[in-house]
Nanobody
């Protein structure tokens, strides 16, 4: 199970840190990620971190967001800086358990477990 938290209202240029607490089969996780879904749009990939600690970002958030994972605390983080109104969305954390999950980390189908989403609103 995944439980996301940390969303809220922030002004343009501000920062937020999202957290995602994992429970259950955490030792089987090969990759974890953040996706987001803005109103009226499809869910999109934001960032991923593999078991090796390799990280990947979408072009839209690269150099502004940082994904990290504290395995001891079973927690995934997304540090979001220099936020823009277009970052407004519900953010979802996800965990992939298979080898294919790691290979196709940028696709929703690669993930087995999803958190409930946390809302981020960036005001202009």
């Amino acid at each position: 199970q995944l439980q996301a938290s940390g969303g809220g209202l922030v002004q343009t240029g501000g920062s937020l840190r999202l957290s995602c607490l994992a429970s259950g089969r955490t030792s089987s996780i090969n990759v974890m990620a953040w996706f987001r879904q803005a109103p009226g749009k499809e869910r999109e990939f934001v960032a991923a971190i593999k078991r090796s600690q390799s990280t990947y970002y979408s072009d839209a958030v690269k150099d502004r967001f940082t994904i990290s994972r504290d395995k001891a605390k079973n927690t995934l983080y997304l540090q979001m800086n220099s936020l823009k109104p277009e970052d407004t969305a519900a953010y979802y954390c996800a965990a992939g358990l298979t080898l294919d999950s790691s290979s196709y980390y940028y696709t929703q189908a690669a993930y087995n477990d999803w958190g409930q989403g946390t809302l981020v609103t960036v005001s202009s």
